[in-house]
Nanobody, 119 residues
Framework: VQLQASGGGLVQAGGSLRLSCAAS????????MGWYRQAPGKQRELVAT???????NYGDPVKGRFTISRENAKNTVYLQMNSLKPEDTAVYYC??????????????WGQGTQVTVSS
């Protein structure tokens, strides 16, 4: 199973970006999907997660500015980022809890996509 993220880039403060992350491979189901980020010299932190039925959870720094959503039929999770700030600059990683046909669950990470917000 692989996660392929896309949509990062360079944007000015106040601008918007939309990240996408699609899961591919053979599996039974995906539980939670989410986005995390890691800035230079800092620990990886939660951005947002969404359950398979659409319940969401956000990290405090992005509440009210970012929106997470998913399209189960496409095994894809999105992150709409508005009102971006320079402190949002980081590598953004997508994550998915993959359930196999044996019932085993494992965390899978995407390769990361760079988001840079200029002031």
């Amino acid at each position: 199973v692989q996660l392929q993220a896309s949509g990062g880039g360079l944007v000015q403060a106040g601008g918007s970006l939309r990240l996408s992350c699609a899961a591919s491979g053979i599996f039974f189901h995906i539980n939670d999907m989410g986005w995390y980020r890691q800035a230079p010299g800092k620990q990886r932190e939660l951005v947002a997660t969404v359950t398979s039925v659409g319940s969401t959870n956000y990290g405090d720094p992005v509440k009210g500015r970012f929106t997470i959503s998913r399209e189960n039929a496409k095994n894809t999770v999105y992150l709409q980022m508005n009102s971006l700030k320079p402190e949002d600059t980081a590598v953004y990683y997508c994550n998915a809890q993959i359930v196999s046909f044996t019932g085993a669950t494992r965390n899978v990470w995407g390769q990361g996509t760079q988001v840079t917000v200029s002031s």
